[in-house]
């Protein structure tokens, strides 16, 4: 018997939803509705100084409004740090992490690509960042939607950062920690985290785990490179007619529009009319 698929919409809290996150939401939410699995939704909040007061309760009213129903309750990773915590000092204690004080101008004078040098220290240091000795360096994996994808060696084997110096834990860290505790099965989202796929998938190696499966969907762009996002002060979608950017969201994956109708309709519609193969096979799709 197959497993249960499961698939997640994870945000940060540092604005609206923006037309670019209603793409994501979406495209994760028919894959996983479509194959009759579950979808979760984490808000990822672990980096207060880009966070928004507020923005995590009007992320969850803005995905109700427009119609998307999560099957467990809301994982918050502030809540997850203790668990974060704990992985670091195992992988410390074990000698598979280590403590690094290198700062980005000494990398630079390195060649810009980490050498590993603060795990060669003797007595071993005891604060600072905290490096994941890469053991496994991959530095390919396949997606779902795009086939083979291959990153840079030196950007692939590098020891990189798990915590950083000013105590905050690294992205790549909670994500890969947090997917492995909801038993997600494939992770859909933005082409924007294409690269960090690749230490990820390095992480569930140290992890003795299975990764999941990769499904990265095409940015929205206003020009070459320039992704519609929070931190660009893209605009909320609107909350008051949910339609016509549901099926704009469509019409960007590809997707046939549906009839316009109450958000939880028309993501029924949408949901029993999904193709995969529709999706446009590119890393960004200028608006």
Known sequence: MTALYRGRFAPSPSGPLHFGSLVAALGSYLRAKSLGGQWLVRIEDIDPPREIAGASSQILKTLTAYGFEWDEDVLYQSQRTAAYQAQIDSWIAQGQAYFCQCSRKQIQAMGGTYDGRCNRCSPKLTSGAVRIVNHSKIDRFDDVLMGTIIQDA???GEDFIIKR????????????LDDAYQGITEVVRGSDLLQPTVRQISLYRSLGLAEPGWLHLPLACTEPGFKLSKQNHAQGIDLLNPGPSI?????????????????????????????????????EILL
């Open 154 to 156: 030196h950007f692939s």
């Open 165 to 176: 110096s000013d105590g905050l834990y690294a992205y790549q860290l909670a994500v890969v």
């Open 247 to 283: 099926n704009a969201a469509l019409g960007f994956l590809g997707q046939a529009a549906v009839e316009l109708a109450s958000p939880t309709i028309m993501l029924e519609q949408a949901v029993a009319q999904f193709k995969l193969e529709a999706i446009p096979v590119k890393t």
